[in-house]
């Protein structure tokens, strides 16, 4: 038997779970159908399965002989989900539902699913609480919330054990800078190595809750052997901090010795003004709180992307 199946493992997120599943002694297959996951992210001898989430009869082959299923495999991004709302419900809507009915068939022991914080939407209530009523205000947010409400069903309909981790701004290792829709942290790291303005979209009074991956490797493993009570639920994973993508550059500059100022777009569609988790429930039903804080982890980050371009 197969100890872990992690879809999406040749992403950003699932490369690095796949890597330190791996180190760890592990048996792991990845499912990927290398749109955004690169070959070269796979760091290690991993099993692997090319194929779509949206093909049943490649999921069903993924999932054959697995013990846990950490789904991570999606089109990723908020604004490509405006700007392409069919092809990414295909991937991350009927893609999750292909995973849950394959993991249910195969006898899988439980199914770990990655959200997002994008379903709570523009609430202006903070710290973000999991019993909240979501909002989502972009399809990508709904393909989220609609995949919690999935597993959450496959549980108590068909007594598949499954768990959401709503993820919050994650950032590390092989986050790549150079997509159209990259993540604010590799973004502004790489143009400020280079010496160059990194962009804003809107004012950068904005503010998230940013998480290192090592956060996120520990919640997914966590997820995946916690009690019965976890089953069916939804936990954040986060700091449960924030800070301003103006306070952001600055502590890039700070790290990087540089004095470099942003530039000013306007705001996307579909971006939250401010996002902050509460982070309680993780810790006491998944006995899961993170060990890398903020600053730690931007450390870490500087070091990689600036290893990366010299």
């Known amino acids: 038997m197969i100890d872990y199946l992690i879809t999406g493992g040749a992403g950003f997120i699932g490369s690095n779970i796949t890597e330190h599943l791996l180190k760890a002694g592990k048996s792991v297959r990845v499912f990927d159908n290398f749109s955004s996951g690169k070959r070269a992210n796979l760091i290690g001898q991993p099993e692997v399965v090319e194929g779509d989430l949206a093909d049943p009869a490649a999921v069903k082959r993924a999932v054959a002989g697995v013990r846990y299923v ?106 790549n800078p150079a997509s159209a829709y990259a993540a604010v942290i590799p973004r502004f790291i790489t143009a400020i190595l280079k010496g160059e303005p990194p962009t804003i979209f809107g004012d950068g009074q904005q503010t998230r809750d940013f998480s290192h991956v090592e956060n996120v490797i520990a919640g997914n493993l966590a997820a995946c052997t916690a009690g019965k009570a976890a089953c069916g639920e939804s936990f954040n994973v ?43 429930k993780a810790a006491k039903l998944l006995n899961w709180t993170p060990t890398v804080d903020f600053q730690a982890g931007i450390e870490k980050a500087v070091a990689w992307y600036r290893h990366q371009l010299t």
């Open 238 to 280: 986060a700091c449960g901090g924030r800070i301003s993508l103006l306070d952001l550059v600055d502590v890039i500059n700070q790290i990087t010795g540089q004095k470099i100022k942003p530039k000013f777009e306007p705001p996307r569609a579909g971006d939250i003004k401010d996002s902050q988790a509460d982070i309680a």
């Open 70 to 175: 950490i789904h991570m495999g999606a089109m990723p991004s908020v604004p490509r989900s405006v700007e392409e709302p069919a092809a990414t419900h295909a991937a991350n809507i009927t893609g999750t539902l292909n995973v849950l009915i394959a993991a249910r068939d195969a006898g899988v022991q439980r199914v770990v699913f990655s959200s997002s914080s994008s379903v709570y939407g523009e609430s202006p209530t903070l710290p973000k609480r999991e019993d909240m009523i979501p909002s989502p205000l972009s399809p990508y947010a709904v393909h989220k919330i609609t995949g919690e409400y999935y597993c959450r069903c496959f549980y108590q309909l068909y007594g598949l054990e499954t768990v959401s981790l709503r993820y919050f701004n994650v950032f590390g290792p092989r986050q």
